[in-house]
């Protein structure tokens, strides 16, 4: 019984222990996506919201671009934009940037904080904080709606 539990032991711990202290990912031990890391340079759409002042910031509101929720838009958007269809995307945001503001003419009060919406597809630095907004090598701007 102890032989067959240090063998368990061996044969399941000593690998995940490995995968840890070398930093790598080897199967089974994270085939979830969650622990992959994505290719490099990784690129990504954001959603900017732009205040008053012009000064840019991430949207982390979701009722700004209800119904698609921003993981949905931006890979919506993402998806549009790597099939070579630019337009399109910039048609979905003139139509969400045109429910915005009915919606706010409703008197939504929440919808009042930006005055723009910016999608950018920005192109992160590898380095310490790989995935920040602040670290990124390149940051294209696909469309610009105002509120």
């Known amino acids: 019984m102890k032989l067959r539990f240090v063998i368990v032991v061996v ?3 000593v690998p995940l222990l490995v995968c840890f202290v070398m930093d790598r990912e080897y199967w089974p031990y994270s085939h979830f996506p969650l622990f992959v890391r994505p290719p490099e340079p990784f690129q990504w759409v954001r959603i900017i919201g732009v205040r008053p ?5 991430l949207v982390t509101n979701d009722s700004y671009v209800s119904p698609y929720g921003l993981v949905r838009l931006a890979f919506t958007i993402d998806n ?3 099939e070579g269809r630019e337009q399109d995307a910039r048609q979905v945001m003139a139509k969400l940037a045109e429910r915005t503001r009915r919606r706010r003419k409703m008197g939504l009060s929440n919808l009042s904080l930006y005055k723009a919406l910016r999608v950018y597809r920005i192109q992160y630095a590898p380095g310490p904080r790989p995935y920040s907004d602040q670290h990124f090598t390149k940051k294209a701007l696909i469309s610009e709606e105002e509120l």
């Open 11 to 13: 044969v399941l711990f």
């Open 53 to 57: 002042d012009g000064k840019e910031e």
């Open 80 to 82: 549009l934009v790597r």
